[in-house]
């Protein structure tokens, strides 16, 4: 596609549900990151895709929190047992190489947990 | 660790007005600087960047000077329009994307 897509674009959710949020990055990206961005804060990294190779989940701030990528495109950020404190924006982005100026971004995933 | 503290919003300006969003950081080594820009409905987009000290970023009439003397990168337009009404994040880098640090991010809306 022309930019990296995310679905949904907004999801509302019941605490202790689970909810899956989607990333399609840029044809040919071979990097793909989740970030998060809670309110008033700046954005903090959740895991980085990189080819082939296995991810980096150093982010991630708990294990209700994971993330696949199938195919080398397509990533899914699950979270598990939804708590309030998960509500916030959830921000993909992708790149042809590791470089920051390269990073494209979507418009993110608004969660809201009730 | 990192840290990156930016100006706090909201900023209203009418057009034609002067911009200054302050950013400062807080890094253990020699950092890359960015700024990065939200219009509404839109995802992040890198606007400028500077490498090293002194360097100076600048598009769209934006410009910004990497001062590790203070360690600042103030964002900076001489004259801004309608269609700069956007959210403004301030960001360093040591590296890679897994090391960026964003800061909270100013609005800006500026009127007619």
């Known amino acids: 596609g022309a930019g990296v897509s995310q679905s949904p674009s907004n999801k509302v959710t019941e605490k202790g549900k689970d909810v899956e949020l989607r990333c399609d990055p840029i044809s040919g990206h071979t990097a793909l990151y989740w970030y998060r961005q809670s309110l008033g804060q700046g954005l903090e990294f959740l895991i980085y895709?990189?080819?082939?190779?296995?991810?980096?989940k150093s982010g991630l701030p708990s294990d209700r929190f994971s993330a696949e990528r199938t195919g080398g495109s397509v990533s899914t950020l699950t979270i598990q047992r939804t708590q309030q404190e998960d509500s916030a924006v959830y921000l993909c982005?992708?790149?042809?190489?590791?470089?920051?100026?390269?990073?494209?971004f979507g418009s993110g995933t608004q969660l809201s947990v009730l | 660790g990192n840290s990156v503290t930016q100006m706090e919003g909201p900023v209203t300006l009418s057009e034609e007005a002067f911009l200054t969003i302050n950013c400062t950081y807080t890094?253990?080594?020699?950092?890359?600087l960015f700024w990065y820009v939200q219009y509404p409905g839109e995802g992040l987009q890198l606007l400028l960047k500077a490498t090293k000290a002194d360097d100076k970023g600048s598009n769209k009439g934006f410009e910004a000077t990497y001062r590790k003397e203070t360690t600042s990168f103030h964002l900076e337009k001489g004259s801004v329009q309608v269609s700069d009404s956007a959210v403004y994040f301030c960001?360093?880098?040591?590296?890679?994307?897994?090391?960026?640090?964003f800061g909270s991010g100013t609005q800006l809306t500026v009127l007619p």
């Open positions: 895709f990189q080819g082939n190779s296995a991810p980096d």
């Open positions: 960001a360093l880098s040591e590296g890679s994307a897994r090391q960026l640090t």
């Open positions: 890094a253990t080594g020699y950092p890359s």
């Open positions: 982005a992708s790149s042809l190489a590791s470089g920051v100026e390269k990073l494209f």
